[in-house]
């Protein structure tokens, strides 16, 4: 199980301490990470830092590694944190208290990977996940919204089927008690998805190839930052757009893996390659908020919440930099 969390202790080391600032003008912003392990999906911004991307435009990008998604939206609505990168429902509650943030970058779209099972489980094909108990970080997070997506594409209801969630915490625990035996499966990323799976665990479908809509990993910001200092959002997004470019290269990839290799401090080539090809699975040039994606979550929601029911989905998304940098041709 060691190897499962390497992703995310090496990158935490380059995305948040790598990148001192060459200047006193360099400006820090910070980003909420809305897991306590920063995982490879966060390997933009430690390219990015690598490569100066970030320095180049006068900002230093701290990572702060955050329980969850609740937490992150919380830091940004008291201006602790000038981003983060939370999951949808948070932001879609929140709202409801008078918190005016929105989502002004999607870092990629849709679901990634699928529901992982023990290696030696009953549980041979979609079906037979009736009546299993499947575990949830929480009722109503992005785990949660995830599972409930392949269900629904699958044809089960948990009500019907006698789907049973268990909450029992972020992606890493998840993935614990996934090997403990403690669930009969989950829904896991790619950080730790891809490394069960290569340990000979089984996992059902492949979420992003369903092309179920889901807005992805995004980041937000208060809507009156982005009026007032549209450059904070705006700096950040040119050196994560050209990370997202130079990984997408093929002709980078040589390079790529070399320094996921080192930066990693992984001890197997190997392991670069894999994370290299699921970064060129994962991120791509529709960076625009997901509008049909954000309608699911508000579907999903408003079963059970009037207020998120009549929420409108375009005032929780700013795409005027986004625009703007697609008018520049930046991608």
Known sequence: ???????????????????????????????????KTISSAAAPFAIATKMGWFEKDGIKVELVPLPGSTDCVK???????????????????????????????????????GIAV???????????????????????????????????????????????????????????????NIIDGGYLGYAYGAQLERQGYRMLGDLMKMGIPYQGLGMIAKRSLIDRTPEIPERTLRAMVEAIAYINNPANKAAVVKTLTRELRLSKVEDAQAGYEMMRTLFDKRIYPNVDGL?????????????????????????????????????
């Not at 060691?2 to 990148?19: E, H, M, S, Y």
């Not at 609505?77 to 429902?89: D, F, G, M």
């Open 118 to 180: 023990p290696a030696d489980s009953a549980i041979n094909s979609i079906t037979d996940l009736k009546g299993k108990k499947i575990g949830v970080q929480s009722i109503g997070g992005g785990v949660w919204m995830f599972s409930m997506l392949a269900f629904e594409h699958w044809g089960l209801d948990p009500e019907r089927d006698n789907i049973q969630f268990r909450i029992i915490g972020d992606q890493s625990v998840l993935a614990q008690a996934i090997t403990q």
């Open 295 to 331: 309608r699911n979550v508000v579907r999903l929601l408003g079963k059970s919440s009037e207020p998120i029911r009549k929420l409108k989905v375009e005032d929780i998304i700013d795409d005027r930099i986004v625009r703007k940098l697609e008018k520049e041709g930046l991608f």
């Open 75 to 113: 830091l940004v609505a008291t201006k602790e944190l000038q981003a983060s990168l939370p999951s949808v429902e948070p932001l879609a509650i929140i709202r409801q208290q008078g918190v005016k943030a929105k989502f002004f970058y999607t870092a990629y779209q849709g679901n990634i990977y």
């Open 1 to 35: 199980m060691q190897k499962l969390f390497a992703w995310g202790a090496a990158l935490v080391g380059i995305a948040v301490a790598a990148a001192a600032p060459a200047a006193a003008q360099v400006q820090t912003i910070r980003v909420g990470w809305c897991a």
